[in-house]
């Protein structure tokens, strides 16, 4: 497994949002234990040095992920600047990674905000640009930025 540079233990603020994630999803959950259910991810966001919670809300076509419900209403109540994002798994399942929809999303948009993430050394808090190696920019004025070869070889 590959761990970021920026790869941190986390600091008070990040722990209690785990927390706020844990129990978001513990009392929002609509599954049994060992059971499938449409909401089984929670998700806490700070920005502006306040927090915002969402849940998932599965479906076969792709609904949307508990960190972009979260990251829709941190908006939507007025945050502007994204400083720490986690998601956590019902029934006991702990802190998740995000997916690969996510992590595009947070390097397109909060490059800089940092994400709680399961690592073999346990939680650490990284960079949310350094969970896609690789990666491609996208945004509204430019559209995707080319891709830049630092080695010729490749």
């Known amino acids: 497994m590959h761990v970021p540079p920026s790869a941190r233990p986390l600091n008070d603020d990040e722990r209690e949002l785990v927390e706020l994630a844990r129990r978001t999803i513990d009392e929002n959950t609509d599954a049994e234990p060992g059971g499938d259910g ?3 991810m929670g998700a806490a966001v700070r920005a502006d040095s306040r927090t915002f919670t969402g849940v998932n809300l599965y479906h076969f076509t792709g609904g949307p992920c508990a960190e972009l419900v979260a990251i829709g209403s941190a908006r939507a109540q007025g945050a502007r600047q994204l400083e720490c994002i ?3 798994g019902n ?3 702990g802190v998740t ?3 690969g929809r996510d992590r595009q999303v947070f390097a397109d948009y909060y490059p800089a905000m940092r994400v709680v993430v399961p ?3 346990g939680l650490r808090s990284v960079l949310a640009v350094e969970l896609l190696p690789l990666f ?3 945004t509204l004025e430019a559209g995707t930025t080319p891709f830049e ?3 010729p070889e490749l």
Do not use: E, Y
Request: proline residues 10%; positive net charge.
């Open 86 to 88: 986690v998601a956590v």
């Open 38 to 40: 449409v909401h089984t």
């Open 119 to 121: 690592t073999p050394d």
């Open 136 to 138: 491609q920019r996208w």
């Open 149 to 151: 070869r630092n080695n």
């Open 91 to 93: 029934d006991g399942r």
């Open 97 to 99: 990674g995000p997916c």
